[in-house]
């Protein structure tokens, strides 16, 4: 007799969630490119983007100013938030896998801290050109990382996961006391720095997005190429090796990924919060939790996510625009109590199991 | 179990035992296996040998060495002296290639509490997927049958979390048996279960023996279901070998109280299956406790009122 595939609960239906949100995303993309100060019916906003691909030769008769704000102004913004959100998702789905914590978001080994240490310099010592307020922010969250990834490997491969956590802590803790010192002895500039920290993505262009893509593409797909490593790393590392597996070196690639794709992300958008937990939480509870479907579906939902907080970001107070990283801080921190709640409801368990 | 099956059982035991080794087509070999941790050997020098189709069991008291033996064998600790998978060293074989020929079942195993049974058996089938890859419908299938089989079919969907003792431990089992590998490495796999739960998952283990050839080995505390399942008992010592052979030869009052340090009572069932229970110092036996360093072995005998009766077990 032909045995018929039992699935589990999330894997049956695998296309929905990765289909309610890639519709999501599609949906917010085009209201956020409809939306602003000029409002652009969505038929010249699909005649625009149209227009833009290559080989097909479409004609619109939008408005040329119109055509411009979609494809200059608007599209670039969206894009640059997609990606930025898709990456911060997928690494902290990533995270808390690795490190089998639920808490655990893409900033956990100091990415954000290296970053911002590295912009602030560059704000501080670098002139009036912020052009490699990028490369300084990209530099020093990668240093960051690898400082507490070497630390943490240090402290001992038994307990890799809690060495390695306390590694980041300290090393996020040094880096910003470094960053708060230099930033309050150049009291000018620490507007800039705030703007920054918080994050926006108010002057994004098309450059922001090709000099991140490369990043963050390769870095996505390391990260889509090992999801089911992660749900094989669930169940620790010992057994995890029996499995046939090399757990050390697995969880060397996957944090590399993430890191070098959180921290192209940040240098563009700043430091935004709580994407990386709320999202991954979402996908998780509504998805199922293996790590097979919350990290794709994570990863379009995260862009989703993001480019919706871009919208609220300069819509709601506009003319003015609220720093992106208040937005998802004010989503972020009442649904991750609610997370927390529901979880302990649901199973009695606590925080640190996962 | 009826009568006739016990009986049937013991015969094809028996028959299973005299192909066996010493001699026969070795599986797992461990060669002057030694292992140190913390600056200290746990395990001495221990040689032994499994045949194809064997079930050894793994007794000893607690420290002797048992699961230090079954994660050498597994690749988990670092050790000197040769393991030898199916003839070939394991130390040359890729952990790939050795989680297709050993699958170890931990005492106590890691169940992330939210997979399902199915994801979670899922995950033995790790050593046959590309490390990149996602899983084929084979794989997929071949789950499948493996739950059906165990009869945790209508578990699939449940979060491990939810399940009781005996169900998670079969669902172990089914995540090891899903490697396909034709070794199985248990250690103390019945030790949260009660008693028919025990016997239940020991009867699993048998038969699947059976069928697909598997070649078992295994720490157990129960002596007595050791003594009922197991073709040939290595019994530990400080981490060295203090007897080997089949159940009636290593199942003695001496050889068990000096290795455990306990007196203990071998009694003969009627149908010829032996059951060990402890002597308590005080209260219904008058026998008292014989504290001995399992090291040196002294042969102190208890007194032989119910003693063995080897030439019967013949």
């Given at each position: 007799m032909r045995a018929r595939p039992l699935r589990g609960p999330g894997v049956r239906h695998t296309w929905i969630p990765m289909a309610v949100a890639a519709v999501l995303m599609v949906a917010i993309s085009l209201v956020a490119l409809c939306t602003g100060p000029v409002a652009i019916p969505p038929s010249q906003v699909l005649g625009t983007l149209l227009a833009h691909v290559?080989?097909?030769h479409f004609h619109t008769d939008t408005p040329a100013i119109d055509q411009a704000i979609v494809w200059q102004l608007r599209a670039p913004r969206v894009v640059l938030a997609g990606l930025v959100g898709a990456m911060l998702a997928s690494g902290g789905a990533a995270y808390q896998g690795l490190f089998r914590?639920?808490?655990?978001?893409?900033?956990?080994?100091g990415v954000a801290a290296g970053a911002g240490l590295g912009a602030t310099i560059e704000i501080v010592y670098g002139g009036?050109?912020?052009?490699?307020l990028p490369v300084f922010a990209f530099v020093g969250g990668s240093l960051a990382v690898a400082a507490t990834y070497l630390i943490g490997v240090a402290g001992g491969r038994r307990a890799w996961g809690r060495s390695i956590v306390l590694a980041g802590v300290a090393v996020a803790a040094l880096l910003t006391a470094i960053q708060t010192y230099l930033q309050q002895r150049d009291q000018e500039q620490i507007r800039q720095i705030y703007d920054w920290i918080l994050g926006?993505?108010?002057?994004?262009?098309w450059s922001d997005v090709t000099r991140v893509l490369p990043y963050i593409v390769v870095s996505a797909a390391v990260l889509l190429a090992h999801r089911r490593m992660l749900d094989v790393l669930r169940v620790g590392e010992e057994e995890a090796g029996t499995l046939g597996i090399h757990p050390a070196r697995t969880r060397l690639v996957v944090v590399a990924a993430a890191t070098l794709g959180t921290a192209a992300a940040v240098s563009v958008?700043?430091?935004?919060?709580f994407v990386g937990i709320i999202v991954a939480h979402t996908v998780r509870l509504t998805?199922?939790?293996s790590y097979r479907i919350i990290v794709p579906v994570a990863m379009v939902g995260g862009a989703a996510f993001l480019i919706g907080a871009d919208l609220v970001a300069r819509t709601v107070q506009a003319p003015a625009e609220v720093p992106i990283g208040v937005v998802t801080a004010c989503i972020g921190a009442p649904f991750f109590l609610v997370v927390l709640v529901s979880r302990r409801a649901a199973r009695g368990v606590g925080v640190g199991e996962s | 179990m009826t009568r006739l099956g016990t009986v049937i059982r013991l015969a094809e035991r028996r028959g299973a035992r005299d192909a066996g080794p010493p001699g026969g087509s070795a599986v797992v070999e461990l060669d002057a296996l030694t292992v140190h941790l913390g600056g200290r050997a746990?395990?001495?020098a221990i040689s032994a040998s499994v045949g194809r189709g064997e079930w050894i069991g793994l007794i000893g008291a607690?420290?002797?060495?048992k699961t230090t033996v079954l994660r050498a064998v597994a690749g988990l600790v670092e050790h000197e002296g040769a393991v030898r998978l199916d003839g070939k060293a394991?130390?040359?074989?890729?952990r790939r290639e050795r989680a297709r020929s050993v699958a170890y079942v931990p005492q106590s195993p890691e169940l992330p509490?939210?997979?399902?049974v199915f994801d979670y058996t899922l995950l033995g089938r790790t050593p046959h997927i590309a490390y990149l890859a996602v899983e084929s419908s084979d794989d997929l299938a071949h789950c499948t049958r493996l739950l059906e089989r165990l009869g945790l079919a209508d578990l699939a969907?449940?979060?491990?979390?939810?399940?009781?003792g005996g169900e998670r431990q079969r669902v172990v089992l089914a995540r090891a048996l899903a490697q396909e590998a034709p070794i199985l490495l248990m250690d103390?796999?019945?030790?949260?279960?009660?008693l028919a739960h025990r016997v239940q998952t020991l009867e699993i283990v048998d038969e699947l023996r059976r069928e697909w050839g598997l070649t078992v080995v295994s720490a157990l505390h129960d002596l007595t279901l050791a003594g009922q399942f197991v073709d040939r008992l290595l019994l530990l010592a400080a981490g060295t070998v203090a007897a080997c052979g089949t159940p009636t030869e290593v199942l003695d009052e001496s050889v068990l109280s000096a290795a455990f340090g306990c007196a203990v009572r071998i009694i003969r069932t009627d149908d010829g299956e032996l059951v060990i229970a402890p002597r308590r110092?005080?209260?219904?036996?008058a026998t008292p406790v014989c504290f001995v360093n399992p090291r040196s072995l002294?042969?102190?005998?208890?007194?032989?009122?119910?003693?063995?009766?080897d030439e019967e077990a013949r």
């Open positions: 290559p080989l097909l914590n639920p808490l655990a978001d893409p900033y956990l080994l009036d050109s912020s052009a490699l926006s993505f108010s002057v994004a262009s958008s700043g430091l935004i919060g998805a199922g939790a | 746990v395990v001495e607690n420290g002797a060495g394991a130390a040359t074989m890729s509490a939210d997979m399902s969907h449940r979060q491990l979390s939810t399940l009781s103390e796999p019945t030790s949260a279960l009660d110092s005080n209260g219904s036996s002294s042969p102190t005998r208890p007194p032989p009122e119910t003693g063995v009766h």
